[in-house]
């Protein structure tokens, strides 16, 4: 069974900067494109960066282009999301998945697992 466990979410002001880890267990984590999509109240979930099995492609939403970067690390079943310039927009529960393709895609339905999320509040 696989499971994905998010860390370091958190409560920061406008301008800061966090970085989410995704730890994966359960099938061979190198194979699989990872993704990151999050959830604000109200809304519904969308799509925030993904990467390919082997970090060659990876993908932003408009909204996060130029602040946030997503990497893995094969070697430690992680991926990770820097997130810079913090804004109040980017307020949610933020959430990991993997596909179960290898290229890496923005829509949730080649996501076969997700974590429980991360929540990511900014102040303003």
């Known amino acids: 069974q696989v499971q994905l466990v998010e860390s370091g979410g958190g409560l920061v002001q406008t301008g800061d900067s966090l970085r989410l880890s995704c730890a994966a267990s359960?099938?061979?984590?190198?194979?699989?494109?990872m993704g990151w999509f999050r959830q604000a109240p109200g809304k519904e979930r969308e799509f925030v960066a993904a990467?390919?099995?082997?970090?060659?492609?990876?993908f932003y939403a408009d909204s996060v282009k130029g602040r946030f970067t997503i990497s893995r690390d094969n070697a430690k079943n992680t991926v990770y999301l820097q997130m810079n310039n913090l804004k109040p927009a980017d307020t949610a529960v933020y959430y990991c998945?993997?596909?179960?393709?290898?290229?890496?895609?923005?829509?949730?339905?080649?996501?076969?697992?997700w974590g429980q999320g991360t929540q990511v509040t900014v102040s303003s």
């Open positions: 990467i390919s099995w082997n970090s060659v492609s990876t």
């Open positions: 359960g099938r061979t984590f190198s194979r699989y494109a």
């Open positions: 998945a993997q596909s179960y393709t290898s290229g890496g895609a923005t829509t949730p339905s080649v996501y076969d697992y």
